[in-house]
């Protein structure tokens, strides 16, 4: 009997298809962040309502994709990649959106304010985490080429040359996230001591963006290495 469900049709192919269509709407998701503080830097709580809204729509479109691959998964799968290699990728992938969607219900929840002086290395920090995880999701839709290829050869050498930049993105995003953490400490005695606690949990919920997609691109080197 031929599935109506989208997800399910892909599955009946190819897990992989599936596995690149979650990856696209979370890196969807983490792309409407910067706009979310961008409202929060201009003090517009419409705006910051409505992106707030657009990731977590985004979210539980990735979310509803994550558990039609799970359910949907076979359990055995004639492929030169373990059933569980590709289920600990797909929660990698997910937590990115996961985390998304906790940054922007942390800042609709209370009402909050960049400290003076942090607007433009929040902004660059933000865009920057973002570039990361768009790395990943870049790398990601090359499952399809590595699985042609059998994890060998140029499309390998390939794939591992795009971790290893995705990498440094995120080596990059760390010292950002440590300079304005140093920041922010600095302006502890002017700041409400729940304002900082609530910022430092921010900055490393922005940082996590990063650190997620880092994982994914770990996770896109296992697979090569086994």
């Known amino acids: 009997m031929r599935t109506t469900n989208p997800i399910a049709s892909l599955l009946g192919s190819s897990p992989f298809k599936p596995m690149k269509a979650h990856m696209r709407i979370v890196n969807e998701c983490v ?14 709580a419409n705006a910051l309502k409505e992106q707030k809204d657009i990731i977590f729509a985004k979210e539980y479109e ?18 030169p990649v373990d059933r569980r290699d590709l289920l600990d990728l797909l929660e990698v992938q997910d937590s990115i ?9 942390m800042m609709i929840t209370r009402d909050m304010s960049v400290p003076d002086g942090m607007e433009e290395p ?32 140029r499309e390998a050498s390939k794939v591992s040359e795009m ?8 080596d990059e ?3 950002m996230g440590i300079a304005l953490t140093r920041s922010l400490f600095a302006m502890e005695d002017d700041l409400k001591p729940v304002s900082v606690m609530f910022w430092y949990q921010l900055l490393q919920w922005i940082g996590g963006l990063a650190d997620n997609a880092e994982k ?7 697979l090569i290495a086994r």
């Open 173 to 175: 995003t760390d010292e």
């Open 62 to 79: 990735a979310d509803d994709i994550k558990h039609e691959i799970k359910a949907h998964l076979p359990k055995s799968l004639f492929m």
């Open 97 to 105: 959106a996961n985390t998304a969607q906790d940054i922007a219900g």
């Open 31 to 44: 792309k409407e962040v910067p706009a979310l503080f961008d409202a929060l830097i201009a003090g517009d």
């Open 216 to 222: 994914v691109g770990n996770r896109m080197s296992l």
């Open 122 to 153: 929040l902004a660059a920090f933000v865009q920057r985490c973002v570039e990361t995880c768009n790395a990943a999701a870049i790398i990601i839709q090359e499952l399809d080429e590595l699985i042609e290829s059998g994890f060998r050869g």
């Open 163 to 170: 971790v290893g930049k995705l990498n440094k993105l995120e």
